[in-house]
């Protein structure tokens, strides 16, 4: 059965050079199975993008891996998951991951992670959806881009009215908390997928 709460990981197909991200990923696995949060993902088994899955599926959590077909091979789905979507490319991908999901979260990870985590923060600062954002500061991995954020502050990019809801976070223990006070808090009903007619 399906878990009612599921959080999407974004993260690095490759294992990065500090053991700690791999570490993190296994930790943030057990973590979610352990608290019945099932697993939004990109569907691949390598990496910390694997690493997160596995270690959900040996602690018996759920696991949805969503996959476009040009990138079943290249990295390597993972077919021991609960449920595997195949789409027809990087777009349906990203809108069935948020569709299936209750909240994000950014692990390392590469040009993909990053472009990932600014869209679903770019939908979430003109109002189009309310889920929980969180970024997983493992060792500073994300530091660039919280000084980045802070610039774009200082230099009136990100105003008020303009301003997203990301919880930052140092360690992979701190996730599933900051997830399940967010959803919590959150007034309004997360929906299915953003709202782009309303704009």
């Known amino acids: 059965m399906s878990p009612a709460r599921k959080l999407c990981v974004y993260c690095g197909s490759g294992s990065g050079r500090n053991p700690a991200y791999m570490a993190a990923a296994r930790t943030l696995g057990k973590a979610m199975a352990d608290t019945g949060i099932?697993?939004?993902?990109?569907?691949?088994?390598l990496g910390?993008?694997?690493?997160?899955?596995?270690s959900v599926l040996e602690n018996s959590?759920?696991?949805?891996g969503i996959i476009p077909e040009f990138l079943a091979n290249r990295e390597r789905m993972l077919t021991e998951v609960n449920e595997l979507v195949v789409t027809a490319d990087m777009h349906e991908r990203k809108m069935t991951m948020f569709a299936?999901?209750?909240?994000?979260?950014?692990l390392p990870g590469g040009l993909g992670t990053l472009e990932e985590l600014a869209e679903i923060s770019t939908w979430a600062q003109?109002?189009?959806?309310?889920?929980?954002?969180?970024?997983?500061?493992?060792?500073?991995?994300?530091?660039?881009?919280?000084?980045?954020?802070?610039?774009?502050?200082?230099e009136r990019f990100i105003r008020e009215g303009l301003e997203f809801g990301m919880d930052v976070v140092k360690r992979a223990e701190d996730v599933v908390p900051a997830f399940e006070h967010r959803l919590k808090t959150t007034a309004e009903?997360?929906?299915?997928?953003p709202l782009l007619n309303k704009m």
Request: aromatic share 8%.
């Open 126 to 154: 003109l109002g189009q959806h309310h889920k929980p954002i969180i970024l997983c500061n493992i060792e500073n991995y994300w530091q660039p881009l919280v000084t980045l954020f802070d610039h774009m502050r200082a």
């Open 61 to 64: 959590g759920h696991v949805t």
């Open 100 to 106: 299936r999901s209750s909240g994000f979260v950014a």
């Open 189 to 193: 009903p997360a929906p299915d997928r």
């Open 48 to 54: 910390l993008m694997g690493e997160v899955a596995r």
């Open 38 to 45: 099932g697993l939004v993902y990109g569907g691949g088994s």
